[in-house]
């Protein structure tokens, strides 16, 4: 039996939550792999030296031998290093995952799928679009808190789910990016929701009976 763990848009930085390491650590033990769909730390607010070299760290010997890593828009493989093998065993831009049942999981970021304006508009990590989303970021908190901006964000997934039916119409679409949690089995998509603003959200499977079940909660 394998029991896969799969989540995105964690989008460290060099700040350092402890509670999130915990509840994390603990997670990737019960697994026995783990599949990092991209963002796992955020080069548009920190670089790659300053996240490698945090406290973080304490996560990646029990990540290493079980994770397979999946660049995103914000961790891409360009703003990255070899060092990428301290949290995983190896790196893809994609990859299929077939159950017991048959069923095929196509996985992915899924940047490319619903571009955001860093992909539309070729930004680059720089000063002054760090301070700008440093700055931004206690009001995109409150948004999520009070006014429901997950709501908003699910529009994205309507697109998501029209290029699963095109492209991978015998697949289960499971990708991040949209920050917006959704368990659709009836159109063959999951998204894997956002682990920020004090909330978890991730994917169990279980290979051999092909349950999956997506659990979301607030820390």
Not at 111 to 139: A, H, Q, W, Y
Request: with cysteine; hydrophobic share 40%; net charge positive.
């Amino acid at each position: 039996m394998s029991k896969y763990l799969i989540f995105s848009d964690t989008h460290f930085t060099a700040k350092f939550k402890a509670k999130y390491a915990e509840i994390l650590s603990d997670l990737v033990m019960s697994a026995d792999r783990v599949i990092i769909a991209g963002d796992f730390w955020d080069a548009f607010l920190c670089s790659f030296d300053n996240f490698i070299t945090s406290k973080w760290s304490s996560l990646f010997k029990l990540l290493k031998p079980k994770t397979t890593y999946l660049f995103g828009n914000h961790d891409s493989k360009e703003y990255t290093d070899f060092r990428v093998n301290q949290f995983c065993f190896e790196t893809k831009e994609e990859m299929e995952l077939i159950l017991e049942n048959k069923s095929k999981l196509f996985i992915v970021h899924g940047n490319r799928i619903c571009p955001g304006p860093d992909s539309k508009f070729n930004v680059k990590p720089n000063i002054l679009f760090k301070l700008m989303l440093n700055v931004t970021e206690p009001f995109v908190r409150l948004l999520f808190k009070y006014f429901k901006l997950e709501l908003i964000l699910k529009l994205q997934n309507r697109s998501a789910k029209k290029y699963r039916e095109k492209y991978f119409p015998d697949h289960i679409l499971v990708m991040g990016h949209t920050h917006a949690s959704e368990f659709d089995l009836k159109n063959y998509y999951i998204n894997l929701g956002v682990n920020k603003y004090n909330n978890l959200t991730y994917l169990l499977i279980d290979t051999k009976t092909s349950k999956m079940e997506l659990i979301s909660h607030k820390i």
